[in-house]
T-cell receptor
Framework: GNSVTQMEGPVTLSEEAFLTINCTYT??????LFWYVQYPGEGLQLLLK?????DKGSNKGFEATYRKETTSFHLEKGSVQVSDSAVYFC????????????FGQGTRLTINP | EADIYQTPRYLVIGTGKKITLECSQT?????MYWYQQDPGMELHLIHY???????EKGDLSSESTVSRIRTEHFPLTLESARPSHTSQYLC??????????????FGPGTRLTVL
């Protein structure tokens, strides 16, 4: 079945550091890929998405490229801020039936000033 | 801007009580979902609905039940709450259609504590 694997957390960085959160997936067909972010005490918000191979999703300085050859969708940001502290979830949607999302286990990111 | 609401945001109750967690969306979405989020952050799909009068069990077995009498409303009920039900419950909805790139929109969640 479909699955998503994220890098183990938690991740702690200093402000203005470079961020990478790894995400790999296993899926049949041609899934869409997503990164969601969850700030403390809130629900999930879509951060970015990509719908086909080599697509790059971007938002708020974050980027991720859909790599079919390596089945990866790593999240990157060049210079993180304290306000980026949150939990990040990688997910895929295979489009079948109810279009369920398959989530990775989440990565907690803490940015220190 | 997504409009999906959950009430209550926080609930502390005693064992054996019956509770209903409310979820409403004003976007006219057909598909709706309930997730349980454990303290380790992982999200588990416990129920979903294709539309009115449709409800399905999710990937994680749950003692809760759901109903979908109106498009905009997807409440979750626990007949007899237990401490093992303590968790964060997230509701989500999705636009109609089969496009995989359509995102799910999430509510703010209900944090349930059963004593």
């Amino acid at each position: 079945g479909n699955s998503v694997t994220q890098m183990e957390g938690p991740v702690t960085l200093s402000e203005e550091a470079f961020l990478t959160i790894n995400c790999t997936y296993t899926a049949t067909g041609y899934p869409s890929l997503f990164w969601y972010v969850q700030y403390p005490g809130e629900g999930l918000q879509l951060l970015l998405k990509a719908t086909k191979a080599d697509d790059k999703g971007s938002n708020k300085g974050f980027e991720a490229t859909y790599r079919k050859e390596t089945t990866s969708f790593h999240l990157e940001k060049g210079s993180v801020q304290v306000s980026d502290s949150a939990v990040y979830f990688c997910a895929l949607s295979d489009g079948a039936g109810a279009q369920k999302l398959v989530f990775g286990q989440g990565t907690r990111l803490t940015i220190n000033p | 801007e997504a409009d999906i609401y959950q009430t209550p945001r926080y609930l502390v109750i005693g064992t054996g009580k019956k509770i209903t967690l409310e979820c409403s969306q004003t976007m006219g979405h057909d598909k709706m979902y309930w997730y349980q989020q454990d303290p380790g952050m992982e999200l588990h799909l416990i129920h979903y609905s294709y539309g009115v009068n449709s409800t399905e069990k999710g990937d994680l077995s749950s003692e809760s039940t759901v109903s979908r009498i109106r498009t905009e409303h997807f409440p979750l009920t626990l007949e007899s709450a237990r401490p093992s039900h303590t968790s964060q419950y997230l509701c989500a909805s999705r636009p109609s259609g089969t496009r995989t790139y359509n995102e799910q929109f999430f509510g703010p969640g209900t944090r349930l504590t059963v004593l």
